[in-house]
């Protein structure tokens, strides 16, 4: 069958698969000097946020990425008080992160404040975090950003988009090598890592290459499914010096815990880490 | 953008989200008694198999699904048998089946002769297990045939269509009744049971139903992540009166591994019992 371009938003993934919904609305479309941003509200999926052409926000299903991205690490690790995080514009991380109290200070390095304006704009409740008093908003390239610390953080998430235009230099090793500098020796760094189904080389690659940086026993893949993007299975990796959330004990997850999350739980914790053969595989294909 | 029809398939789900991959090639396009059937060639999901226009096997995807069905049943219980496949015509979960040498015999109900010679012909490697000695096809609707069974086979596996056209029958309680008194006491049996993402109100209703005939710490719902499948997370439900897959040892599941997987291991088995909290929601409104 065709989908008619005027009921239909359509992402092509590399021109060989495509993923599209019906909507109903189109409610903001613009050209940023990085990016055309794009909001539509659709029935199935809630209302979307398209970057590039690209899936980046759903209503539907966003909240799995956004709390994979954050609870994992947030229930790892002892104690988060200083966190940044790179990209995630729209706020969603953010959101999460400061749902844990104990967080003092959150800078959110993003590249494009048009995607933060229509984010706030559009998606008020999966940017609600954005508003809370201990996060700063900084408009700068993450990757220059980053290199100006040195034993700072507790935390850092790299929320990127994927390694093409604005997302390309948060898949440098140099960038990898700013963000371990940047860490506490307590801390842990959170990657985005791709689709190991649709995108096998970048995955292996970036984990590669996160392992040559981290150490092999300490730059850990691990997954969840988000249905908008390309391959469905998403991949996220741990990476830390001090900390292995394999071994954390559930009673110690469960204490860090925050309430009313939708995807994350301790059970999810233990299962996520655990990787199919094909993944496992790509990863020794790399070695 | 738009997709050109003549290059690219597209199953759009509910009119509401639409997969859609680019073909090289149609190679087979026929109408059987019971739906329509299509085999393309596709670079990013290899050979695909439609049925009634929707995604039913992918060379690049499919052993998932045919390794999630199969491998959790077979390595959680002690000893398999006799075992009866209902639906399953492309042969993959029989494939999976004949890997475990101590089956002695496996049936295989497929209402549809025509999406088995079309698998015969177009996947071989997928459907080579259904030219195993062991295994008997039958061609005849699924739920008339198990009603004549009374406590015969140590396994069941339900690799049934969506609950529409053929595959309706196979989402009655009367059908699962008839599962049960098939079954060794000793056994289980598994069913595909929908997509918790795009399909709640059939995934709630089914594990609902399952838990009421087999009972509700008995009927346990498992994940795995299909691409191709709308939603791609996908759940299967492993139903026994006996043999609990998430009590099951470690080893006692390492000793029941067959070689050669790319996607099941002790590990997955361990984690894809983890349900996400909102799949526990939507189980808990159903209760």
Known sequence: MSLNQSEWFTEAFQGKTAFSVRYSRKLYDSLSDFQRIEVFD???????????????????????????????????????????????????AVTEVVKHPEVESLVLCEIDPLVIHACKDYFPSISAGLNDPRVTIVNDDGAAFVANFNNEFDLILVDSTDPVGPGQALFEISFYESIKRSLRHSGAAVFQTESPFFMEDVFSETVMNLKRVFGSQTALPYLATIPSY??????????????????AAPDSLQKRLVQNLKYYSVDVHRGCFALPVFVQQLLKNSD
Chains 1, 2 share one sequence.
């Not at 398209?50 to 990425?65: A, N, P, Q, R, W």
């Not at 390309?230 to 071994?247: A, D, H, K, Q, R």
Request: glycine letters at 14%.
């Open 230 to 247: 390309p391959g469905g299975l998403w991949s996220f990796t741990f990476c830390s010096e001090t900390c292995s959330p394999i071994l």
């Open 42 to 92: 659709t029935e199935p999926m809630g209302r979307i946020l398209i970057l590039g052409g690209c899936f980046m926000v759903t209503e539907k299903d966003s909240f799995v990425y956004h709390e994979m991205l954050v609870h994992p690490a947030m229930s790892a690790l002892k104690e988060v008080r200083k966190v940044l995080i790179i990209g995630g514009g729209d706020g969603g």
